[in-house]
Each structure stands twice: as C-alpha cells, then as structure tokens.
C-alpha cells in the first residue's frame, strides 16, 4: 500500500501544479505578461505512441500499480511543466481537468500525422526534415541505401555520421489552422508536443553480470512549433540507466528531470528572439 500511495504522488503534484498555473487557462491573451516570455502549451504523448518492454516486470515491483504508462505520462508532463515554467509561461493540457481540454486535446491528435524524419532546429538554419524509412522498436525498416552504407567497410564511421542519420518521431501537422484557435482560447504561442515515448532495454549491455543488471533507455521524442504552425525544433533525447532501478517513483525522479531539462533548453533555444 505504501508503494501505491507514493506512486500515486506523482499525479497528485500534477493536479495542484496544473491548478496553480492553469488558472488562466482560458483568458485568451496574455494579461500582463512579460513581453520576452512565451506562454508554451505541453501535449503529451498519445498512449498509441508508448512502448516499452519493461512493464510487466515494473507493475510486478510496483504493486498495486499496473498501468505504468500512465505513471510515466503524468510524470514526464509535470517535470517538463516544472521545469519550462522557470522561464515561460506552461499550460499543461493532460491535467487540466476541464470537458473543452480534453476535446482539444483529442482534436490535437486527430490533426497530427506521425513521421520519421532527422532532427531539425530552425535556429541552427535546418528545415523540416526529410521522410525516412520508419523503424519498429527493434531497429528494423531501416532503407536500403542507409544498409548498403553501414555495410561498406571503406565507410568511416564517425560521430557526424551517427549524427546524419539519426531519426526521430515528427509530429507532422494536417490541420495547422488548429493553432490559431489554440492561441486564442488558450494564450499560448509555443507548442511542445511529446510525439513518442520509449522504455527500452538493452540485454547486449550487461552493466553488473553478478545481479543480471543491463542498460535501459528512455527516448523521447518531441516537436516545437510556434502559433503560425511553423515548426521551429525537433528531435529525440534519451537518457540511460541501470535495469536494477525498477522503482517507478525514483525513475520519474531521477531520470525525467534530465529529459525535461533538455526540452526547457530547447524551448529557450528557440524562443529567442521572442516570435509573433
């Protein structure tokens, strides 16, 4: 029972997080506020868009806790909001608990299109990445080109290149005019959506053989587009750590903070100089 009510703490803090900050949720513009801040929406990913091949053996170590993804989704979105809200303005739509949030919010979904593409970021002067072959979880559906270059010996294999041909989960926008109307209704000029989320454990990386410990992997993948449907960043961040850490309460705690530290950055990153 102890182990519930902690887990369960998670999403408690969410909810007062999202009673604090979304007070004004709906006033449409932003009264009074700082001219060089953005109000920056949070959309969390679409439980279609979790994997992970470490819940049955996190919901036996967490019991009574069996939906794990639901855990990780409110706890990714409250650290984000904590951090990202040192310097903008947040509106967490996964918590605001009114009818109209949650219709927009599966009208968000219902407007997105996912694509694999390589990461971009308007401020280092990248466009809208090019489609790439989609791979499952696995690594598989790599193309054909990219096979025939990491299977030619004469090829020099380099950071740049792991650089190249990294992927991520785009989130590829149908119906852009969504925007304006979600800046209206909400304030928010900024749209960080977390496109996919991963759990993956890497059983070719034995980190402690004595304890059968091996390395596991947060990904997520995430898009930044601005109220004119403009996307301005994207890509994927993961962080690693050990297959022994099987408490869902210290990894929300320890390790989303890092992703969410990055996705603060990357906000900040492109939210100079202030967009209109």
Do not use: W
């Amino acid at each position: 029972m102890n182990k519930f009510i902690s887990v369960s703490c998670c999403l408690i803090l969410c909810f007062a997080f999202t009673i604090v900050n979304g007070q004004n949720a709906n006033s449409g513009a932003l009264i009074g506020q700082d001219s060089n801040k953005h109000k920056v929406m949070i959309i969390p990913f679409d439980q279609y868009n979790y994997f992970s091949d470490a819940d049955p053996e996190l919901a036996e170590k967490n019991e009574p806790v069996t939906d794990i993804s639901r855990l990780f989704r409110y706890g990714l979105n409250y650290n984000i909001s904590a951090r990202v809200i040192s310097t903008n303005e947040t509106y967490n739509i996964l918590t605001d608990t009114t009818v109209q949030s949650g219709t927009d919010l599966k009208m968000i979904y219902a407007s997105i299109t996912y694509r694999f593409e390589h990461p971009m970021n308007v401020v280092k002067g990248d466009s809208v990445g090019k489609a790439v072959a989609q791979p499952d979880l696995f690594g598989n559906g790599v193309m054909e080109e990219e096979k025939k270059e990491k299977n030619n010996p004469f090829k020099k294999k380099s950071e740049d290149e792991a650089e190249k041909n990294a992927k991520y989960l785009n989130a590829v926008i149908t119906h852009p005019e969504i925007f304006t109307g979600l800046q209206q209704k909400y304030g928010t000029d900024l749209f960080l959506f977390i496109n996919q989320f991963e759990l993956v454990t890497n059983y070719n990386h034995c980190l402690d053989r004595s304890a059968n410990y091996f390395e596991r992997k947060v990904v997520v993948h995430y898009s930044i587009y601005d109220a004119n449907a403009k996307q301005l960043q994207g890509g994927a961040h993961t962080v690693t750590f050990s297959s022994g850490e099987t408490n869902v309460d210290k990894i929300i705690a320890t390790q989303f903070p890092l992703v969410a530290d990055y996705l603060s950055t990357a906000i900040a990153d492109v939210s100079k100089p202030v967009i209109k």
